[in-house]
């Protein structure tokens, strides 16, 4: 069964320092997600990719996280500098097309804590 | 912005039915409604989709009255590894194409012997 693949599973970074996240989603996915979980919260949005192109990006902190998904398969979210806040799930997720009748997947998430 | 509103917990026992109810007011005429479950350190997983009446699948039924302003998870006969959070999610269409999935807090299900 397709799944959607994250690396690394745990990051301990400390603050100011950069990190990053892959993620590659399920072959064919044309949308794929990126979202931040806090202990005890829900997952919320950073950004959302259609193919290559980012549609909305309104809940990223754009001066110290950037997202790409160049060729329109696999993506990268950077995180420069770290923050101690920025310590939480960080979790991918993909969807075959962009309409709200198909599932989305989500991968197993990075674990990041920041020291 | 379609947003939704589930209750923050519910506690039951093996073999129970559970329901839990999400409402949302203001929801597109194009928008799905779809439920996911989450365990700790995991991401969510997908349990059901409905647009209108009533969804079954395996694991759970949807239901969804005829205004769609909200909608119940059914979850027959629960066990012990049904405990984790369950999320009500609508769909919102985005200009640039594709939908938005926003979650909410949850619902924490507890399940005991």
């Known amino acids: 069964e397709a799944e959607v693949a994250q690396s690394p599973r745990y990051k301990i970074t400390e603050k100011s320092q950069a990190v990053a996240f892959w993620c590659d989603p399920i072959s064919g996915h044309a949308t794929l997600y990126w979202y931040r979980q806090i202990l005890g919260q829900g997952p919320e949005l950073l950004v959302q990719?259609?193919?290559?192109?980012?549609?909305?990006d309104s809940q990223l902190p754009k001066d110290r996280f950037s997202a790409e998904r160049l060729k329109g398969v696999d993506s990268t979210l950077k995180i420069q500098p770290a923050e101690l806040g920025d310590s939480a799930m960080y979790l991918c997720?993909?969807?075959?097309?962009?309409?709200?009748?198909?599932?989305?997947?989500f991968g197993q998430g990075t674990r990041l804590t920041v020291v | 912005l379609a947003k939704t509103t589930q209750p923050i917990s519910m506690d039951s026992y093996e073999g129970q039915e559970v329901n839990i109810t999400c409402s949302h007011n203001?929801?597109?005429?194009?928008?799905?409604i779809t439920w996911y479950q989450q365990f700790p350190s995991q991401g969510p997983r997908f349990i059901i989709q409905?647009?209108?009446t009533k969804v079954t699948n395996e694991v759970a039924s949807l239901f969804i009255p005829a205004d769609r302003k909200s909608s119940t998870l059914s979850l027959p006969r629960v066990s012990l590894s049904d405990t984790a959070v369950y999320y009500c999610l609508v769909g919102e269409r985005l200009t640039g194409g594709g939908n938005k999935l926003t979650f909410g807090t949850g619902t924490q299900l507890k399940v005991e012997l």
């Open positions: 409905g647009y209108k």
């Open positions: 997720a993909s969807r075959r097309q962009g309409v709200s009748n198909t599932e989305a997947f």
């Open positions: 203001n929801i597109a005429t194009n928008d799905y």
């Open positions: 990719f259609q193919d290559e192109s980012v549609v909305d």
